[in-house]
C-alpha cells in the first residue's frame, strides 16, 4: 500500500476510537458494520475482477457453435407465478394475531408496570400492530408452503401418470 492509503486508514481508525468513547457499545458496532462492509466490498471486487478475467470473451466463436434453439412450448404459469388473493386465512389470522397482540400487550403494561390507563392503550394498539404482523406472515408463510407443496405432488402425479 502506499503512504496516502496508510494515512487515510489511521484517520478512519481515529475517527472510530472517538465514535467509540463517544457512543459506548454502538460506537463498536458502527465500527463493525464499517469494517465488515469495507471487507465485503473489497472481496465482491477481487472475485469480480477474477470472474472476468477468467470469462471467454471470443462471443463470435460461440455464435458460430450454436444452433438454432428448437421452439420449446412455454408451460401455463402456476399459481404462486400468477397475481392473486392469498384467501381468507391471511385476514383472519391477522386479525386474531391483532386481536391477541393488542389484549395481552396493554393487560401486560397495566398489570405489570405502573402504566396510566392511556399509556396501556397506547401500548395495546403497538401491541395490536405488532400482532397483526406475525399473524399476517404467519399466514401468508403457511398458505404459500401449503399452494407450492400441492402445486409439487400434483406435478409429480402428473409425471408419474405420464410415464405409464
Known amino acids: 500500500m502506499q503512504p496516502v492509503t496508510y494515512s487515510w486508514l489511521v484517520v478512519v481508525v481515529a475517527v472510530a476510537c472517538a465514535a467509540i468513547g463517544w457512543l459506548g457499545i454502538a460506537g463498536w458496532i458502527a465500527v ?14 477481487a472475485l469480480g475482477t477474477t470472474l472476468r478475467e477468467a470469462a471467454d ?16 412450448p412455454r408451460p401455463a404459469p402456476t399459481r404462486l407465478e400468477r397475481r392473486q388473493s392469498l384467501g381468507r386465512l391471511v385476514p383472519v389470522s391477522a386479525g386474531i394475531g391483532a ?8 393487560a401486560a403494561l397495566a398489570t405489570l408496570t405502573s402504566a396510566s390507563l392511556a399509556g396501556a392503550a397506547l401500548g395495546g394498539l403497538s401491541s395490536a400492530v405488532i400482532g397483526g ?17 400441492g402445486e409439487a405432488i400434483a406435478a409429480e402425479q ?4 405420464a410415464d405409464r
Open 99 to 106: 386481536a391477541v397482540g393488542g389484549v395481552s400487550g396493554a
Open 133 to 149: 404482523l406475525f399473524g399476517f406472515l404467519a399466514a401468508s408463510f403457511i398458505e404459500i408452503i401449503r399452494t407450492s407443496i
Open 32 to 45: 463493525a458494520v464499517v469494517i465488515a462492509s469495507v471487507a465485503m466490498h473489497v472481496a465482491g471486487n
Open 158 to 161: 402428473s409425471s408419474v401418470s
Open 57 to 72: 470473451r471470443d462471443l463470435a466463436r460461440l455464435r458460430r457453435r450454436t444452433t438454432a434453439p428448437a421452439a420449446v
